[in-house]
């Protein structure tokens, strides 16, 4: 199957700081690419949908001022958690859609705010 | 919107024996399935998918069933092995690309040697 990857694999940062995740899609153009969040057993929530050079479209509940995306090309989307809290601490995981409906997940990044 | 029910959430077997995961739908324009394993730590992996075309799919160990009419998909493991321990969810899809997955809640699957 295709390959998404994300950037960092973990991260840890205070409390206040901005943290920026890379999905990239190695292997395919990824027309769209979503971005989910995910608590300890729990399922995924997607939290934005982004299309390649306009604006992410936000699920409701998900801030779109704190959880900053950009889709700049089709192979690379990025989030950028601004003025992180402990409780933005959790697993954030991407996946990319090409012109199908089939969807290849990255491997996450675990945010860990202090 | 689309809502899926999965079940069970939790499912113990002995390493051969087989495992059955199911899966309801609500939105009948719903055509794409696809199931997903999860490792601890690790990001969701395609295991499998069904379009609403087909009945059922097989590879290898793993198949997915889909009854359209009752609105339900189930994923059936056989011959399970400790290393098919991990979560596994289940996923639906109307047809237009850029659609968001709606998944599962997820059933923790674990084989005991």
């Known amino acids: 199957g295709a390959v998404v990857s994300q950037h960092p694999s973990w991260v840890i940062c205070k409390s206040g700081t901005s943290v920026k995740i890379e999905c990239r899609s190695l292997d395919f153009q990824a027309t769209t690419m979503f971005w989910y969040r995910q608590f300890p057993k729990q399922s995924l929530m997607l939290m934005a949908t982004?299309?390649?050079?306009?604006?992410?479209?936000?699920e409701q509940g998900v801030e779109k001022d704190k959880f900053l995306i950009n889709h700049a090309s089709l192979t690379l989307s990025t989030l950028t958690v601004t003025s992180a809290h402990p409780e933005d601490s959790s697993f954030y995981i991407c996946s990319g859609g090409g012109r199908t409906d089939t969807q290849y997940f990255g491997p996450g990044t675990r945010l860990t705010v202090l | 919107g689309e809502n899926v029910e999965q079940h069970p959430s939790t499912l113990s077997v002995q390493e051969g024996d087989s495992a059955v995961i199911k899966c309801t739908y609500s939105?009948?324009?719903?055509?794409?399935f696809p199931w997903y394993k999860q490792e601890l730590g690790k990001g969701p992996q395609l295991i499998i998918d069904?379009?609403?075309?087909?009945g059922e799919k097989k590879d290898q160990r793993i198949a997915v069933t889909l009854n359209k009419t009752a609105k339900h998909f189930s994923l059936h493991i056989t011959e399970t092995q400790p290393e098919d321990s991990a979560v596994y969810f289940c996923?639906?899809?109307?047809?237009?690309?850029?659609?968001?997955?709606?998944f599962g809640k997820g059933t923790t699957l674990s084989v005991s040697s």
């Open positions: 982004s299309n390649e050079g306009s604006k992410a479209t936000y």
């Open positions: 069904i379009r609403s075309n087909v």
């Open positions: 939105d009948s324009a719903s055509n794409y």
């Open positions: 996923a639906a899809i109307g047809s237009q690309a850029g659609t968001a997955l709606i």
